[in-house]
């Protein structure tokens, strides 16, 4: 896959003690603790409220995969996902 | 079941229940909004921390409606407030009230105001999981925060709703967000959009969960033109004016016009005014009441026009200011008809004592009409206002509009203490009335009808005060000639009978006039 040999960053937006935010927080840092090519930024939306305002953020949380494009959105926990294929399938997909 | 009766578990009794309700009851309620006749139609203004819902169809000036609260709240009574656009791009909103001479840029300049966009982003949407919607909350926390923000609007429903796909989510963060919005004391505003006039308030039933007000506004094709109304549906536990309110969109915002509210409270004159001809004076035993409405009805070319401009001359000659509206001439013609009776109106007009306004009728809708005349009425300050003819305005409109449209303009000018005059043409050449006449003789405080009579052979015409309030009036149908100088009222008509109800019929002089003429003769 072309798109999965790239650096894939990725943007979570939290809230903290927030228990979705935390759920998807382990989700995501168990996902990438293999994979270096993942980087995740985590930004709490009471530090970062420009910058969510500026990316319209209003579901907590929110996943953005800044690159590679195009720009995607997952809102909520991703307990959605039945399987890490199955997100690993969006997450890569272009 | 009545909260009012627990308190903490414990029921309250007698004086202390009173006490309980009193203190309930004595909350400061509404602010004013300053928004042209809003005042009126809600009695007082927005009530303050609650939540109100504005519904109506695409068009309506839903947007328009509420950024037009954040502007004057922010510049007539220096109430920030914020603005979360979800359907429209902040740049867009901007541009769009620009026509109205809003400056929003300045105002968010000053800090009196936040415009946040929380709509629909490019990127590809997925859902997975459960979500809130904290960050909305949060920034439009922020957004306040930053300002002092008293009042929020949140443009529209329908777009926040669409962005998400579990709607039970949705409902209940907005629920949520109402809750926290007034747990700060924070006024809310709610725009949603509606698909029919009548009927379904909001596909989503915003209006069952979160609203305390709701505010329809319609935007119905009634005779080719549009008729913009606004209700205050309800208001909980606030007394409000019932029934629609016809608005419209001027160059400056949007006008309510409070027609059925006008309360029939003017003072009343009893100072009078001449008619511009001493027999007609004569007739209404000494002219017209300073802040009287006279309806002048007839047929077509019976001198209503003439009658209407010999007002407004005389009006012109004693130092009155006189506005004229035209709705059936051009100012060139109607100068040069006053030329011909000998009223140089343009040297009036220059002396600033005459304003004429020619306009067609279809130029506009009713109330764009009406408020026309109320701005002009303003700025103008006049003492006698002509309008002719009245009837002319019936034909774009409908019933219920022009009745609208009569009542709101009389009204006005009642309290503005106007004397005027109004023209009406009736469809028939000899007797019988118009539809206008059965709409506005009840509002009108004299009516002196003009009507052609067939007299062997010759057409001749009558006149006639068939009403006037507050004074005695001539009873008999006189008879009047024009010529080059004007309109010469004469002598009653003898022996004829059915002038105004229908086709005139000659009678036998009676004894005593055979008497007269007999004793004439032989002296």
Same mark, same amino acid.
């Given at each position: 896959?072309k798109?999965?040999?790239?650096?894939i960053k990725?943007?979570?937006?939290?809230?903290e003690?927030d228990q979705a935010?935390?759920r998807?927080?382990?989700?995501l840092?168990n996902l990438?603790?293999?994979n270096?090519?993942?980087?995740l930024?985590?930004?709490?939306l009471?530090e970062n409220?420009?910058k969510?305002?500026?990316?319209?953020?209003?579901?907590?949380p929110?996943?953005?995969r800044?690159h590679?494009?195009?720009s995607l959105?997952f809102?909520?926990d991703?307990?959605?996902?039945?399987?890490?294929?199955l997100f690993h399938?969006l997450?890569?997909q272009e | 079941m009545?909260?009012?009766f627990?308190?903490? *578990?414990k029921? /309250?009794? *007698?004086?202390?229940?009173m006490?309980k309700?009193?203190k309930?009851s004595?909350e400061p309620h509404k602010?004013?909004?300053?928004?042209?006749?809003?005042?009126?139609?809600?009695?007082?203004?927005l009530t303050k921390?609650r939540?109100?819902l504005?519904?109506?169809t695409t068009g309506?000036?839903?947007?328009?409606?509420?950024v037009e609260?954040?502007?004057?709240?922010a510049?007539?009574?220096d109430?920030p407030?914020?603005f979360?656009?979800?359907e429209e791009d902040?740049?867009?909103?901007?541009g769009?009230?620009q026509?109205f001479?809003?400056?929003?840029d300045a105002l968010?300049?000053?800090?009196k105001l936040d415009?946040?966009y929380?709509?629909p982003t490019l990127?590809?949407v997925?859902?997975?999981g459960?979500?809130s919607?904290?960050g909305?909350l949060?920034?439009i926390?922020?957004a306040?925060?930053?300002?002092?923000a008293?009042?929020?609007?949140l443009d529209?429903?329908?777009?926040?709703?669409e962005?998400f796909?579990?709607?039970?989510?949705v409902?209940?963060?907005l629920?949520?967000?109402?809750?926290?919005l007034?747990? %700060?004391?924070?006024?809310?505003?709610?725009?949603?959009e509606?698909k029919?006039?009548?009927?379904?308030?909001?596909p989503m *039933?915003?209006?069952?969960f979160?609203a305390?007000?709701?505010?329809i506004?319609?935007n119905?094709?009634?005779?080719e033109?549009v008729?913009?109304?606004i209700?205050?549906l309800k208001m909980?536990g606030?007394?409000?004016s019932?029934g629609?309110?016809?608005f419209?969109?001027?160059?400056?915002?949007?006008?309510?016009l409070p027609?059925?509210a006008?309360?029939l409270?003017?003072?009343?004159?009893?100072a009078?005014?001449?008619?511009?001809n001493?027999?007609m004076?004569e007739m209404t035993?000494g002219g017209?009441?300073?802040?009287?409405?006279?309806l002048?009805?007839?047929?077509?070319?019976?001198?209503?026009s003439?009658?209407?401009m010999t007002?407004a001359a @005389?009006g012109?000659?004693?130092q009155?200011?006189?506005?004229m509206?035209? $709705?059936?001439?051009?100012r060139?013609?109607l100068l040069?008809n006053?030329q011909?009776w000998g009223?140089?109106?343009?040297a009036w007009e220059?002396a600033g004592?005459?304003?004429i306004?020619?306009?067609?009728p279809e130029?506009q809708?009713l109330?764009?009409?009406?408020?026309?005349?109320?701005?002009?009425? @303003?700025r103008f300050?006049?003492?006698?206002?002509?309008?002719?003819?009245?009837s002319?305005?019936?034909?774009?409109?409908t019933?219920?509009n022009f009745r609208?449209f009569?009542i709101g303009?009389t009204?006005?000018?009642k309290?503005e203490e106007?004397?005027?005059l109004l023209t009406c043409?009736?469809?028939?050449?000899s007797?019988?009335?118009?539809?206008?006449?059965?709409h506005?003789s009840?509002?009108?405080?004299i009516?002196?009808i003009l009507?052609?009579?067939?007299?062997?052979g010759? /057409?001749r015409?009558?006149t006639?005060?068939?009403?006037?309030?507050?004074?005695?009036?001539? %009873?008999?149908v $006189?008879?009047f000639t024009i010529?080059?100088?004007g309109?010469?009222?004469?002598?009653?008509f003898q022996?004829?009978?059915?002038?105004?109800?229908?086709?005139?019929s000659?009678t036998?002089p009676s004894?005593?006039?055979?008497l007269?003429?007999?004793l004439?003769?032989g002296s």
């Open positions: 896959m798109v999965a040999m790239e650096n990725l943007t979570l937006y939290v809230i003690n935010s935390i998807t927080k382990t989700f840092e990438i603790r293999d270096p090519r993942v980087q930024e985590v930004l709490d009471f409220i420009t969510a305002r500026e990316q319209t953020i209003l579901a907590v929110t996943l953005i800044e590679p494009p195009p959105r809102l909520g991703l307990s959605g996902s039945s399987s890490e294929e399938e997450l890569f | 009545n909260y009012y627990k308190n903490n *578990g029921t /309250l009794h *007698g004086e202390e229940l006490a309700r009193k309930i004595y602010f004013e909004t300053g928004l042209e006749g809003f005042e009126h139609i809600s009695k007082g203004g921390n939540v109100t504005i519904a109506g309506s000036c839903k947007t328009i409606l509420s609260l954040l502007y004057r709240g510049t007539k009574f109430r407030g914020v979360v656009a979800m902040v740049d867009e909103i901007k769009n009230v026509r001479g809003w400056d929003l968010i300049e000053q800090n415009l946040l929380m709509g990127d590809r997925e859902e997975m459960s979500y919607l904290d909305l949060l920034q926390d922020a306040i925060e930053n300002i002092g008293k009042l929020v609007v529209s429903m329908g777009s926040l709703f962005q796909q579990d709607k039970r989510v409902r209940r963060e629920l949520r967000l109402c809750k926290h007034k747990s %700060k004391q924070i006024t809310t505003i709610l725009t949603s509606r029919e006039e009548y009927g379904v308030i909001t *039933g915003i209006e069952e979160v305390d007000n709701v505010i506004l319609r119905a094709l009634e005779a033109q008729r913009r109304t209700q205050i909980r606030e007394s409000h019932k629609e309110f016809l419209t969109l001027s160059d400056t915002g949007l006008s309510i027609l059925s006008m309360e409270k003017q003072s009343s004159s009893t009078r005014l001449s008619s511009g001493p027999r004076d035993h017209f009441f300073k802040d009287s409405i006279i002048v009805s007839g047929p077509t070319g019976s001198g209503k003439l009658q209407s007002f @005389e012109c000659r004693n009155e200011k006189v506005l509206l035209a $709705y059936e001439e051009s060139a013609q040069r006053a011909s009223m140089d109106f343009r220059e004592l005459l304003k306004v020619c306009q067609y130029s809708g109330e764009d009409h009406l408020l026309g005349i109320r701005r002009e009425i @303003e300050h006049p003492n006698r206002l002509v309008i002719d003819s009245i002319a305005m019936e034909r774009v409109s019933v219920r609208e009569v303009l009204s006005f000018v309290q106007v004397c005027s043409t009736t469809p028939r050449l007797g019988g009335d118009s539809v206008t006449e059965a506005i009840t509002i009108t405080d009516i002196v009507r052609y009579v067939e007299i062997n010759m /057409l015409r009558g006639a005060v068939i009403k006037m309030r507050g004074s005695q009036h001539e %009873k008999a $006189y008879e010529d080059g100088n309109l010469h009222i004469g002598e009653p022996n004829v009978q059915n002038i105004i109800l229908g086709i005139p000659s036998a004894e005593v006039q055979q007269e003429k007999l004439q003769g």
